[in-house]
């Protein structure tokens, strides 16, 4: 089983993503959907329990944030699968601004996110690594992790 953990600032595809590569496959979680950490935590156990495929669609900046997800998913036998959403803070707001006005995120939020974003490493207890980027066309590049990138 599988914990898939994003990881990036708001506006860079990553909700995009998911719908595309992991709609049909894996369940999403998500704070914007449920709201509560609270809710969060129920389905995410859920998840684990019932040995069912996830996602975590959040921004999940830090270490710290990001530790909570993979203990969980250690202590259940799930690999974890973190995908690093890299994009420049300008790329992200442009993007932002072309949104539905009811989902613009303020730019303060987005920068102050960039601001505390700390680079995953393996050392976290990911499985897997990969970094994630928006081709001009608009679709999405997936390349393995480098530490070095």
Not at 68 to 82: D, L, P, T
Not at 116 to 145: A, I
Request: proline share 3%.
């Amino acid at each position: 089983m599988e914990l898939v953990l994003f990881l990036g600032i708001q506006a860079t595809g990553k909700s995009t993503f998911y719908k595309q590569r992991y709609a049909d496959t894996h369940i999403r979680l998500n704070l914007d959907m449920l709201r509560t950490r609270h809710r969060e935590t129920i389905l995410l156990n859920a998840c684990l329990a019932a040995k069912q495929p996830c996602v975590i669609d959040n921004t999940n900046p830090t270490k710290l944030e990001r530790a909570r997800y993979i203990e969980a998913a250690q202590q259940n036998n799930f690999s974890v699968k973190g995908l690093f959403f890299a994009s420049g803070i300008e790329a992200a707001l442009s993007r932002n601004q072309s949104r539905p006005k009811d989902k613009i995120i303020p730019e303060l939020a987005i920068r102050g996110t960039r601001n505390r974003l700390e680079t995953p490493d393996y050392g976290e207890g990911f499985d897997r690594l990969h970094y994630v980027t928006t081709t001009e066309s608009g679709d999405f590049s997936v390349v393995e992790w480098e530490s070095d990138i």
